[in-house]
């Protein structure tokens, strides 16, 4: 995890943490999803199949039961980028999230920087729903980035 995803300021880029110092940050991550999985947290390491290496996370955040939806959110190490691992995680996540949870709305959003990631919403279903202007602080660029939301219900 800490090798190929965690530490990575490519990475970084476009989430909302900074990229892991120490391998320590990256194991005190893990234990507490370790933790929070008792209680329904929806937070999945993403392998390869035939060699098992760890290549990303995908989870579900701002978990609304009340109103039944939730945001998702993935990232992968830049290796495994562009070869459809993050699109086939996510067609399953938003199965497994629609049809066994019983979701009705998910949704995720991708920096408008990352025009790769909006591309692997749309090829696992999603479909483009707002562009939210200036919402995420780009240290690399000193500029202020819109984030994109796609959504998928029932």
Known sequence: VYNNWTSNPKVSQYVSWSPHKSINETRDLLNSWIERYATNS???AVELKDSHILIGNISAISVSRKHHNCEI???????FWGKGYATEALRA????MLYTCDFHLLEAKHHSTNPASGCVMEKAGMKKEA???DRRYDETTDSYVDLVCYCIQK
């Open 42 to 44: 929806y937070n999945w």
């Open 73 to 79: 959110s993935y990232c992968y190490g830049p290796e």
């Open 93 to 96: 996540v938003i199965d497994y």
């Open 131 to 133: 562009i939210l202007k």
